[in-house]
């Protein structure tokens, strides 16, 4: 549960801050499991280039440090489409690249759903495309880990079988064609649904309020 003071999202504050506000509960209050969660979650964003990023640009304007977080976000989707279309899969440092950036969007996703930062009134359409940028990465990412091993009942072909089993996985349909077939396997599968039930959160956390919003401005203009 949230206190009532709510996070100033446009105000940069340094990352060990953020850390030691959720270390003395500043603004979440919580205990146990899930401040040991947090805890976790802001601390894991050391690890990933993200928050150097946001360091280094922490004197720009709002608006610059929003740009430069955007080109991060769509060079990220970019990676695993441009090893899928090369079939560049094979190479074992862009692999491991890749799995790199898809843990760092992975715990970023649950960073938002249990450290929220975002402004609900402002940027809402931003936030949902940046969102929807951060699921197609996920898709092609996991698309090629599928490529690069041997999980499923027949070998993929090409970066479009790839893509094909990510996609109809990520969005949890599973025509019978492509499957599993060994514990690798089923455990990646698991995985990306579960991703895809927490960017499902998500886009309901920000279209839920925004919908109450415009139903309570539309009766009261009806009155």
Do not use: C
């Not at 850390?19 to 050391?46: C, M, P, T």
């Not at 899969?89 to 898809?102: E, V």
């Amino acid at each position: 549960m949230q206190n009532s003071g709510k996070l100033d999202p446009h105000k940069h504050t340094h990352h060990f801050t953020k850390i030691q506000n959720v270390w003395d509960s500043a603004h979440y209050a919580d205990f146990g499991i899930e401040r040991l969660l947090r805890l976790f979650l802001v601390g894991s964003k050391i690890l990933f280039p993200g928050i150097y990023i946001e360091y280094l640009t922490k004197s720009s304007s709002l608006y610059k440090r929003k740009l430069v977080g955007e080109f991060y976000v769509i060079f990220k989707t970019l990676v695993p489409f441009f090893m899928l279309y090369f079939s560049l899969w094979n190479h074992m440092w862009l692999y491991i690249f890749n799995i790199y950036l898809l843990i760092e969007t992975f715990l970023y996703i649950f960073h938002k759903i249990f450290l929220p930062e975002h402004d609900q009134s402002k940027m809402i359409n931003r936030s949902i495309i940046l969102l929807f940028f951060n699921f197609i990465e996920v898709i092609a990412s996991f698309g090629v880990i599928y490529a690069a091993g041997n999980y499923l009942n027949q070998p993929i072909q090409g970066w479009i079988d790839a893509l094909y089993f990510s996609f109809i996985t990520g969005v949890t349909i599973g025509y019978g064609d492509f499957y599993p077939v060994n514990e690798n396997g089923k455990i990646l599968v698991m995985l990306q649904i579960l991703s895809t039930m927490a960017f499902l959160f998500l886009f309901f956390n920000f279209f839920g309020p925004r919908s109450g919003e415009k139903f309570s401005q539309h009766q009261e203009s009806s009155k």
